[in-house]
């Protein structure tokens, strides 16, 4: 049973400023150095997850083991510490709040007026301490969403001061992350926003204990000084994060500036083993020397906001280092797509991936995508809609079955190749109700994913309502699509494969979800060598 220590991340003067890096890398640089550390994000909006959202408002939803919807922030907890999370790193206001009225309805609270303090920030305790209390953990990071000053941040801000005291000095700190903007028409670092976004903080009886200032200029010692003097904190915890080239930049650049050294410092933890960072500085010298190109195209419906595609795009990224070569996406819109122009706009591409997604807007473009794909030879991975779509192309076009489709985008479809899912027939509610998170799949041995995983038994994670239809399952017999992975409990074809192609996989779950910096995903780095071999042969 470990002593589970607490730091508080919160987020000043603008959002967007990288805090679930800073607590990636921070949470990183403690792991290197034999702490277990995990990461939880709190989001101050009402929505009980983001699982109904449309990715343009927060970008794209990420996916765990056991099947919750959560922040992309998450993505990065798990890239960067390569250990799984759970729904218990991420908690919304509309959950504590469900969960209260739920034990209000209860009487769970003895005739009491339910209000924000002390219920709602006493929920929100409970769940910043539920990691703590398994005893698993050395340090526990909460990330704060949202900005201090923030209406709807206030409980959590509260709850982190009632926290601080609760657990006294040594066992929990605050870490503010701030930004130091550049005046170019005074040629000036700016400190101002910083000391009123630490004094918002200090209203609500926060004293931070590290600041962290983003700059796109180096902050220099009298930057710091006058910061220090102003904010209540001594120099050595002024951290100064600049921009960097690449995200797995940040836990090196949070080394050199001492984050690390600060917190284990604060919280009475020694501070033995350096972190050595070997195989991340391996991955990060393949991934900055790449001795080859390919050009991906990503074909999506969200392609406007990249983010809407975050696990995919860093998938690239741990499969381009794995294969020492650079992954250059080239985003398009599958609504831009159409047959006549399908080979002007892909014919360039060394592989092409079909992003998944929800209803009709797009799908015909992307049934395109599929077909030039196939038709060229070009290396191709479809994901969950995508995979969905790599069967409707096949259906139609080479099976010649008249009006073949799905029954998500046509309800009167005449061939439904892709049918809603047995038990999703009676769902009626939207929120967490899809086929969701880790499910066993089989994998037969003569195939290109055996290939790539060297394992006939997988796990992969899922998020979605919709499955290859078994109806049709006679009509592959003896083509060139062959279902290589099924769920081995209830048939489900989660994987086809294309016989007569150098390499096209479609699959029904979602790969990207558990690439990581350190196990970057078996079937993006056989893509990209795919890829890669096409790109030479060409
Ligand atoms: N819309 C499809 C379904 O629900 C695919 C989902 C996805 O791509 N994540 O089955």
Request: with cysteine.
């Amino acid at each position: 049973m470990k002593n589970t220590k607490y730091v508080f991340v919160t987020g000043g003067v603008t959002s967007s400023l990288g805090k679930g890096i800073i607590a990636a890398s921070l949470a990183k640089l403690l792991q290197e150095r034999g702490y277990s550390v995990t990461i939880q994000k709190l989001d101050p909006y009402i929505n009980i997850d983001p699982g109904t959202l449309n990715p343009y408002e927060h970008g794209e939803c990420y996916v765990t083991d056991d099947g919750a919807e959560t922040d992309l922030d998450l993505g990065h907890y798990e890239r960067f510490l390569n250990i799984p999370t759970s729904q218990a790193n991420n908690v919304t206001t509309g959950r504590i709040y469900q969960s209260v009225i739920d034990k209000e309805r209860k009487g769970a609270f003895l005739g009491k007026t339910v209000q924000v303090i002390p219920h709602i920030t006493n929920e929100i305790k409970e769940r910043i301490q539920i990691l703590g209390k398994t005893g698993d953990y050395d340090v526990v990071i909460t990330e704060i969403g949202g900005t201090v000053g923030d209406i709807e941040s206030l409980p959590y801000v509260e709850s982190v001061r009632q926290l601080l005291w609760e657990l006294g000095d040594k066992n929990a700190i605050v870490v503010h992350l701030t930004l130091i903007p550049f005046l170019a028409a005074a040629g000036e670092l700016k400190t101002k926003p910083t000391q009123h976004s630490v004094k918002m903080l200090m209203q609500s009886g926060v004293n931070p204990d590290i600041l962290v200032c983003r700059s796109e200029h180096e902050i220099s010692d009298s930057i710091k000084r006058k910061l220090a003097l102003f904010c209540n904190v001594k120099k050595e915890d002024v951290i100064s994060s600049l921009d960097a080239d690449t995200i797995y930049d940040v836990p090196n650049l949070m080394f050199d500036e001492g984050l690390d050294k600060v917190v284990l410092d604060k919280l009475d933890l020694c501070d033995n083993d350096q972190p050595k960072l070997v195989e991340w500085n391996h991955f990060l010298s393949k991934h900055k020397n790449p001795k080859n190109k390919v050009k991906i195209g990503l074909i999506g419906k969200y392609v406007e906001l990249h983010d809407a595609y975050k696990s995919i795009s860093e998938a690239f990224i741990h499969a381009g280092a794995a294969n020492e070569v650079k992954v250059k996406i080239v985003w398009i819109h599958s609504e831009d797509l159409t047959l006549e122009n399908v080979p002007q706009k892909l014919k360039n591409l060394d592989g092409i991936l079909v992003a998944p997604g929800f209803g009709n807007r797009g799908t015909e473009g992307k049934v395109d995508a599929v077909r030039f794909a196939r038709e060229h030879q070009i290396p191709f991975l479809g994901i969950c809609l995508g995979m969905q779509m790599a069967v409707i192309e096949y259906a139609r076009n080479v099976l010649n079955i008249e009006g073949a489709g799905s029954l998500e985008m046509d309800e009167t479809c005449k061939n439904p190749v892709i049918n809603l899912m047995e038990d999703q027939k009676d769902i009626t509610e939207m929120g967490g109700t899809m086929r969701l998170g880790a499910w066993d799949c089989q994998i037969t041995e003569d195939s290109k994913v055996f290939n790539a995983y060297k394992r006939t038994l997988i796990s992969e994670r899922h998020r979605h309502r919709y499955e290859f239809n078994n109806q049709y399952l006679k009509n592959l017999e003896g083509s060139g699509m062959k279902i290589t992975g099924t769920n081995p409990k209830t048939g489900l074809v989660e994987i086809v494969e294309l016989e007569n192609h150098p390499w096209f996989v479609a699959v029904q779950y979602h790969p990207e979800y558990k690439s990581t910096v350190l196990n970057p995903h078996p079937l993006f780095v056989d893509f990209i060598k795919a890829s890669l071999d096409f790109s030479t042969q060409k």
